[in-house]
Each structure stands twice: as structure tokens, then as C-alpha cells.
């Protein structure tokens, strides 16, 4: 089963290189178990590739999917699947910034609802809450993705109120099984999105990569790049 997962997703590089017989080994059986007994069902190309991505990642981060999400991909209906996969690529960690998300007047707010009725995303009945971004005494936010983050520069000591949609834990999960989401164009979208709400400044940062410098999404100056400055980077 799992060599036909593989075989299924082979134009996929990262499941090629994260995809072997050791590495499965490291995965718990109670959760491959799982996974085995949903994805066997799986007779589309699409829901196999989407398996072998769950695999691939699981394979990289022994917890990054739960079993939880498991049962839920095993249900989750294509309409739905093309929903949330639009609606993934307008935020950022768990923000999706209402400015951008909220339909226009051609548009229903019946696909958020469904989103939210299944567990994927809060605050489309009431559409929307306010999110507090604070900033620290340097003037610092940091808005967090797994291994990415989006730097923000705004008050120090301050609070920039802005109103969003959140995505779930289960949400956020998903999200990172979409193939075509980028998380460098997702962080750009919330940042232009904050933008003249008291931000001055975004960059985008890999969080495990200290030395590496932070890309500029926009800042006052024309400078390209800047060295990482946080404490700890």
C-alpha cells in the first residue's frame, strides 16, 4: 500500500525524497494503522496524491498530522476540499484577514459558512472577530506558520486591531497538505493586508534558518534584505 502511495505521487519531489521503508519505520503503528485503513480507499489520483502528501509529512514530523485529521480527510467532500483550498492561499498562520476573505456582492457567504459548520475555520456566522497583533518594546510581531514566520513592524509597546477569520487547529493542519499554497505569497497577503493599519514594516522569516536573512515584503527604505535582528535568531 505504501509503495503504491509513492508510485501514485511521483512527480511529487518531496514525497520521492521523504518516502522510504526506514523512514515509515519511525511512524507509530497505531497511526499508520489508521492511515493505511483510510487510504486504501482512495481511488482517485487526487485523494491518492493527497495521501502520499499526509504520508510524506507525517514522515518528516512524526506529529504533524493527527489522527483526527486522518478521519477527516477520509470524509472531506471535493466541493469542500476546493473551497478551503482557495480560501488557505488569503492567510497566514491561522489568520485569514477579512478584508481579502469577504465576499464581494456577487458572491455567498454560504461556502465560509460550510467551512465553519465542519470545523475548518471560526467567525464566518458573525463574519469575523478582531484579532489584537501586539508589538513588543522594540516594535516587533511575529506572526507564526510552522517553520515560517512573518515579521511585523508596528507601535512598540502597542496593538493593531484587525479584523479576521481564523482557521481552526484542524484548519491549519489541512492547509499544509494544499500543494499549490505558498506560504512566502500567503505571508505577503496578510502583511499587505495589515498594511497602513499602524504596520510600517514585513518581512518574511525562516525560523530555522537564523543566519539566513530576512526577505523584505515591504519597508520604508529600498534596502532588499536585512539581517535577522530578534533575540534568539
Known sequence: ?????????????????????????????????VFERYAEDASSERMQKLWGRVL?????????????TLRFLSEFSQKDAESFSDLSKLGFGIYLPKSIVKPNEEQSIESLIELEAI???????????????????????MVIEGDKGLLLKG?????????????????????????????RECAETLANAVRGLGVSHAYFVHLKQPNKPHEII?????QQLVEPTLEGQ
Open 1 to 33: 500500500m505504501l509503495q503504491e502511495l509513492r508510485d501514485s505521487a511521483l512527480d511529487q519531489e518531496e514525497i520521492e525524497e521523504a518516502v522510504s521503508e526506514s523512514e515509515v519505520a519511525i511512524i507509530e503503528d497505531d497511526w499508520l494503522n
Open 56 to 68: 510524506a509529512g507525517q514522515v518528516r514530523s512524526a506529529s504533524k498530522y493527527s489522527l483526527r
Open 119 to 141: 470545523g475548518l475555520i471560526k467567525g464566518a456566522d458573525g463574519f469575523g472577530f478582531t484579532a489584537p497583533f501586539k508589538f513588543d518594546a522594540n516594535g516587533d510581531g
Open 155 to 183: 507601535p512598540p509597546n502597542g496593538v493593531v486591531n484587525v479584523p479576521v477569520l481564523a482557521m481552526t487547529p484542524l484548519g491549519v493542519e489541512l492547509a499544509t497538505l494544499v500543494p499549490d499554497r505558498i506560504p
Open 218 to 222: 515591504y519597508e520604508p527604505s529600498n
